[in-house]
């Protein structure tokens, strides 16, 4: 069993405007609204790297910032655990493109914003971080293994990390082969001890198993849920959004399971 603490969460996702937003969506307070997923220029990045920054990459980082933004702490000084099924998907579309050209030629720009650790990247570069950084991928378990990697390295550490899991469509024809239905960003700090801004603690179980994983109540919002691999993360921020206690189930590895235990602080 692990445990750790939330201090700050980020979100953006389709009708899911920033976590204040989003809180009184998932709390039953508003209803949710489907719209698509606004995603701005971060203003961390210098001019030069702001204008060749990929979606995804935006992404992350406007999540990644909120969350810490929120949890009060100082990204420079925070950990990351970076989790995505697709990471820059346009970036290997044209890739594809070119080598299947006559020219050949792929541009340097674009070779390494497609790269799995491209948000790490430009993370380091907008916080100044020297914090130790980590880039994921697991298919669909995506947001469930970056969630078991940066509370693994809380309790290891004693240190806070801050989870950032991020999904973006793939161009066709890839999205035809593996199709995603919007873009989705999820951000959580996570913190060894219960401090003043921390709201909730996780304990963390990976068991073998079948049963069925945790649902949204709203139709449209599961769809979301099975439709994104990173709005796995949904059933968790529903139960930190209604303060709620007990247990949410998400699909992890072949025939595993990973057990959120939910309490408030």
Known sequence: MTRVFVEGVGLLGPGLQGWEAARRVLAGEEPFRPASTLIGASDLLPAAERRRTPVPVKLALAVGQEALQNAGRDAAA???????SSGEGEALHQMCEVLASAEREVSPTRFHNSVHNAAAGYWGIATRSQEASTSL????????????EAATQVVSWGKPVALIAYDQPY???????????????AALV??????????????LAVLPGDEKPTGM??????ELRLGIPAARALPLLEALARKTQGEVVLDFLTE??????????
């Open 78 to 84: 925070t950990a990351t655990v970076f989790a995505s």
């Open 137 to 148: 991928c697991a298919y669909d378990a995506s947001f469930p293994a970056g969630l078991v």
């Open 171 to 185: 161009p066709e024809p890839l999205h035809s082969a593996r199709p995603l239905l919007a873009s989705f960003g």
């Open 190 to 203: 996570l913190a060894p001890d219960a401090t003043r801004g921390a709201s909730a603690t996780f304990e």
């Open 217 to 222: 109540s709203d139709s449209r919002l599961e």
């Open 256 to 265: 595993l399971q990973l057990r959120v235990t939910v309490s408030r602080c």
